[in-house]
């Protein structure tokens, strides 16, 4: 929702590209990806939390949120 993907973000598995490969996802949009994480799940994600790596697959970032979860 935050980027606005539609249809598209149906499409994504864990494999799919992330930065670089959607326009849509910029600074701006990954702290809007961000914020949306920490309000959806009740977490706080600190700076040095984030990486490229953390954005490079939806499954790194799927797996960034389980680890914050716990």
């Known amino acids: 929702d935050v980027l606005s ?3 598209r973000a149906d499409a994504l598995t ?3 590209a992330l930065l670089g490969a959607v ?3 910029d600074s701006m949009a990954v ?3 961000i914020a949306a994480i920490e309000d959806k799940f009740g977490i706080v ?3 040095d939390d ?3 790596a953390t954005f490079a697959t939806f ?3 799927v797996a960034f949120v389980r680890d914050k979860l716990g």
């Open 5 to 7: 993907l539609g249809p």
């Open 14 to 16: 864990d494999e799919s």
């Open 23 to 25: 326009p849509e996802l």
């Open 31 to 33: 702290a809007g990806v």
């Open 45 to 47: 994600v600190d700076d």
């Open 50 to 52: 984030i990486s490229g």
């Open 59 to 61: 499954g790194s970032l």
